[in-house]
């Protein structure tokens, strides 16, 4: 039995190891149609779209369509079509798509459950952005002590000159002699850094109008972030002044030994 031009087309295909998949992706014509064209199976069909379709086939595959187009001017058997293609080629239309579309179109239930959970994704990123810009304005915000204590800091940036010592009245020693009171008022706001016996008892910002007392048996350390600011008692002695403004002096100390001493 001779081997008819759908069985050569075939071997010719096989030989090359392609499937009907990749001809059809090279040369778009229907797989129902290769298939038919391979078993010698084409019937309806119009000659000129049937010689045409193998002649795109025999190009892909390399063969020459003069060897295979004769043997196709009777078809004898029915191929199964689906209906855009069976239109175009004036076949009659099967009474079932081979692809039934509407197995890929969502149904309601999913858009609508996607349609929700976009709505809750945006919900929650729409609340954590509002919860960070209240974060970070609270953080951009200074309290009414740290902003004193920035102002007192940018004060004491200015152009630094070398203080001289000051070399104040010495005549508390005998007033002192139980121990020492020291107060200190604020004309100004100023930061103010105490210890008493070695121990630190105040360091913050003693604000304008404020006045705070501290109690030692020997010695008082001082550090003062704005010295024109403050006046200091001690015990009995008043000194209504112990710097510039903005002027930082650190090291100041009152004994019972050598009274007040300013570095």
């Known amino acids: 039995m001779s081997e008819t031009a759908g069985n050569n087309l075939k071997k010719a295909r096989l030989e ?43 190009q892909f595959l390399g063969v020459d369509p003069k060897d295979y187009v ?64 209240i974060f970070s304005h609270r953080r951009a915000l200074p309290s009414k002590r740290t902003g004193a204590a920035l102002a007192v800091k940018v004060k004491t940036e200015a152009p630094r000159i070398k203080p001289k010592a000051q070399s104040l009245p010495l005549a508390v020693r005998g007033e002192v002699s139980t121990g020492i009171r020291l107060t200190v008022s604020a004309k100004d ?42 006046e200091l008692q001690v015990n009995e002695q008043r000194f209504p002044t112990i710097g510039r403004r903005g002027q930082t002096i650190k090291g100041i100390t009152i004994s019972l030994k050598d009274g007040l001493k300013i570095p």
């Not at 309601?108 to 729409?126: E, P, T």
């Open 16 to 58: 090359k190891g392609l499937s009907l998949e990749d001809v059809q992706k090279a040369t778009k014509i229907h797989p129902n149609i290769l298939r038919a064209i391979e078993g010698d199976s084409i019937s309806d069909l119009n000659p000129i779209y049937l010689k045409g379709f193998i002649k795109i086939y025999c």
């Open 189 to 230: 706001n100023c930061l103010l850094f105490v210890k008493s016996d070695g121990h630190a008892v105040f360091h913050r910002v003693l604000e304008k109008g404020r006045s705070e007392t501290w109690l030692a048996r020997d010695r008082i350390e001082l550090d003062v972030g704005n010295a024109g600011a403050v």
């Open 70 to 133: 004769s043997d196709y001017q009777q078809p004898v058997w029915r191929v199964n079509l689906d209906k855009e293609t069976a239109r175009e080629q004036n076949a009659p239309v099967p009474n079932k798509p081979l692809i039934n579309l509407k197995s890929f179109i969502p149904g309601k239930k999913f858009i609508s459950g996607f349609i929700i959970l976009i709505i809750v994704i945006l919900i929650f990123a729409g609340l954590f952005n509002l919860g960070k810009a």
